[in-house]
Each structure stands twice: as structure tokens, then as C-alpha cells.
């Protein structure tokens, strides 16, 4: 049985900075992915990587800002998040996927992390 468990949401001033952490268990996955959902909003792409061959991809709104990575050895993937802006709160959810199919699209994702909240005051 796969999970994903999250951690490192809080609360932080713009301008800042929080890594967030997803740790899977039970299969190796193709790929990881970070989303987040904003009150009164969808779901929304932040960020993915290739677990094989460490491609990375970036929503435009995040580009620049975030980070992705991932060890291998920890079965983890990290979401390094700098220069926050209040635009950026939200529910992030560690998603991932042992099959192929886009990185950028939540369809893709079988798996899902229960979600971590961040939340950027101006």
C-alpha cells in the first residue's frame, strides 16, 4: 500500500521561506508532483520531477521561487519555496504516479498525500 506523508506547512511572513516534505512508501514511483488548492479555487500544478531521470517542471506562477527535489535513498520528494508571496497560501498536496502521462496534470497522479496547509501573511 503506497502513502505519502507530508510535513513542513506553517505560517510565515511574505517574502520568506518553508520546505515542505512528502515521504512515500510501498512502490517506486515515476513521478512526483506538488499541487495546491486555494480557498474557493481548483486545484492548481506547482511543481514535478522525473524520478529517473530528475527532469523538473514549474508552474509559471512559481517558477524562479520554488525548487523541487528529490532523494532516492529517503524515497523523498522536497518542495524548497522561497520569496513567498500571500498569493502563495494554500493546501499543498505531495501527489504521485507509477504510470506515465503529463507531470503538469493532476489526472496523472493516482496517489495523494492528505495535504499541508502554508499560509503567507503580507
Known amino acids: 500500500q503506497v502513502q505519502l506523508v507530508e510535513s513542513g506547512g506553517g505560517l510565515v511572513q511574505a517574502g520568506g521561506s518553508l520546505r515542505l516534505s512528502c515521504a512515500t512508501s510501498?512502490?517506486?514511483?515515476?513521478?512526483m508532483g506538488w499541487f495546491r488548492e486555494a480557498p474557493g479555487k481548483e486545484r492548481e500544478f506547482v511543481a514535478a520531477?522525473?524520478?529517473?531521470?530528475?527532469?523538473?517542471y514549474y508552474s509559471d506562477s512559481v517558477k524562479g521561487r520554488f525548487t523541487i527535489s528529490r532523494d532516492n535513498a529517503k524515497n523523498t520528494v522536497y518542495l524548497q519555496m522561497n520569496s513567498l508571496k500571500p498569493e502563495d497560501t494554500a493546501v499543498y498536496y505531495c501527489?504521485?504516479?507509477?504510470?506515465?502521462?503529463?507531470?503538469?496534470?493532476?489526472?496523472?497522479?493516482?496517489?495523494w498525500g492528505q495535504g499541508t496547509q502554508v499560509t503567507v501573511s503580507s
Open positions: 501527489a504521485a504516479s507509477t504510470g506515465w502521462g503529463s507531470p503538469t496534470i493532476s489526472p496523472t497522479y493516482k496517489y
Open positions: 510501498g512502490r517506486t514511483m515515476r513521478s
Open positions: 520531477i522525473s524520478w529517473s531521470i530528475s527532469n523538473t
